[in-house]
């Protein structure tokens, strides 16, 4: 599949990417044919906020169960064998909403509804490919808006400023692979995002670099090299995606995989969070956070049900 990539960005032809998150089930449309295939995305960061109503309930796991799983990372973690890991967890929703209204009614920079099977609405950017300049975005530190001081509190919390440092390590590294001169262009900076009931404030970094000429005719190699994304899994990838499938306990699926859009010319795409998938079970909202050491199980668990939510 990464081969029929490289021929369709050779030839300019432009085509909608989406992987797993293991990048083990990958599926490209060619626009052309995106409506055929019942597929909707858009990629827009000046768009217009729907107005709506909090859409779903939520269940999630308990407490108990979910910090035998963090213990269990934090073991790993003392062992030397990962020094950050994403935990996530699904949580059972339930709404009289299709994921078509969903992903109508979802205000976000990322947006994709993948036939009757999932939605996702991401703030988080993958990689962007312009004229020879690649870049990623990782997102890292999350805090209320509505806290006192809360720009300089998560930017002065030594755990956040240990795990998100990690990550842009991680990723300077992987974007080594694939591009000449990469540096980090702008080093935790604040942004605002909407969720719902209230405005969060996410902590991201800039890190680009450069890519030869022709490099259309290698992005699927490109892909191949970057994926699991780095930001939703930890360091070291290949390790950490080993405990990621041992503790987790379930398929993460397409979530935390990532789409891209190929337009003939450019390359932009998206991290899958924020996202509901179809299970025989009903729906399910799968979200999670980064485990370092210095981790406190109840904040992380927190954290993870306050990512569940429409925004």
């Known amino acids: 599949m990464f081969n029929y990539i490289n021929s369709l960005a050779k030839a300019k032809e432009p085509f909608l990417f989406v992987s797993d998150f293991k990048a083990q089930h990958i599926d490209v449309i060619l626009l052309k044919d995106l409506a055929k295939a019942d597929v909707e995305f858009c990629i827009d960061e000046g768009y217009k906020k729907n ?11 308990s407490f108990e ?28 929703i339930e709404t ?22 999932f939605v996702c609405f991401s703030p988080e950017k993958f990689i962007q490919i312009n004229n020879n300049k690649i870049s990623t975005y990782p997102m890292k530190g999350t805090i209320d808006a509505s806290i006192e001081g809360a ?13 998100h440092t990690m990550v842009v390590d991680l990723l300077r590294n992987d974007l080594s692979m694939v591009a000449l001169n990469v540096r980090v262009k702008k080093f935790r900076y604040i942004t605002k ?7 969060l404030l996410q902590v991201s970094s800039h890190i680009s670099g450069e890519l030869r000429d022709g490099w259309q005719q290698h992005l699927g190699d490109i892909l191949q090299k970057l994926l699991p994304a780095g930001s939703i899994s930890g360091t070291p990838k290949k390790k950490t995606v080993e405990i990621i499938e041992d503790v987790e306990g379930y398929e993460r699926g397409f979530f935390s995989g990532v789409f891209g859009v190929f337009d003939g010319e450019s390359f932009d795409s998206g991290v899958m969070i924020r996202f509901v998938e179809r299970t025989k079970d009903g729906l399910v ?3 999670g956070g980064g485990i370092t050491l210095d981790s406190d199980a109840k904040s992380e668990y927190n954290e993870m049900v306050d990512k569940v939510y429409l925004p």
């Open 96 to 117: 009289n909403l299709t994921l078509k209204e969903i992903y109508s009614l979802a205000n976000a920079h990322y947006k994709l509804r993948y036939k009757e099977r």
């Open 193 to 199: 995002i909407d969720s719902g009931k209230k405005t």
């Open 151 to 163: 720009k300089e509190k998560i930017l002065n919390n030594q755990k956040e400023m240990a795990e």
């Open 51 to 61: 107005l709506h109503v909090e859409c779903f309930t939520k269940k999630v796991v």
């Open 65 to 92: 169960s979910y910090k035998k799983k963090f213990d269990k990372v934090i073991e790993q973690i003392k062992c030397g064998n990962t020094y950050l890991l994403n935990l996530t967890q699904p949580t059972k």
């Open 285 to 287: 909202y799968k979200s």
